[in-house]
């Protein structure tokens, strides 16, 4: 009987542990989810003057992180480095530091008008470029009865150190830094460059040309903004909508 009685004390107090290992309010919500490919860890908000410059927004973003095997965090504040291809999560004091090979997809409401800023791996997409890594933030998404497109661009930094000689050809005493934006179109996931000439891409609007070469000029876009070609294929949707319907 007294056997009987310590062993039920003991699952008890398993229990009381393993409760509150799950319970305590005082665990962030990253804790509480003990997944896998995190590290926790603590470090200031700047490490060095530039440190700034590697991430794609400096200040912390609002949104929702999917892993590689679905599971999604949810409402969390984060930051995407480039330079080191992580994603670091805040939840209370700490810092989790996720690597983007975990990672399936992101987003971030835009704090302007709330909308979800998109992001989406490297590799899930055909044709990839060997020298990028990381995400593509997902400009648009247009479909037609055929196909569907991708409007994506592809954020680099590289950081160019001081030289401490001033003897050395082309030597200088600040440290650069250097921001680089590419597009692509993905035509039902195949990556296609778009060049920053415009006359170099209109074999992408097949079979509408002529009509799309007119349509740029006009309004005189580029190949070179945001704003600018998300113009350009959204008038290239409506003409395939037009056509097909």
Known sequence: MKVSCLVYLFFLGFLTVAYGQVSDPDMGVLEKS?????IKERKPEVEDLHSRNYYLNYSWQLG??????????SNV???????????????????????????????????????KILFQPVDSYYNAPEAIFGFFEVLGTFKSIEDKFELLIHHSVWLYPATSSVSLSGSHKSNDIFWREDFYLSIDGELNKLDRKRKNNYSLFSPYHQEMREFIRKKGLTFRKKEDLTSIFSQYMILVSDTRN
């Open 64 to 73: 929702s992180i999917v892993l590689k095997g679905g599971i999604e965090i």
């Open 77 to 115: 504040l984060f930051k995407y480095d480039i330079i080191r291809h992580i994603l670091e999560v805040k939840d209370n004091l700490d810092i989790y530091i996720l690597s983007v090979k975990s990672v399936d997809s992101f987003y971030w409401l835009d704090a302007n008008n709330g909308k």
């Open 34 to 38: 003990h997944l896998p490919g995190f």
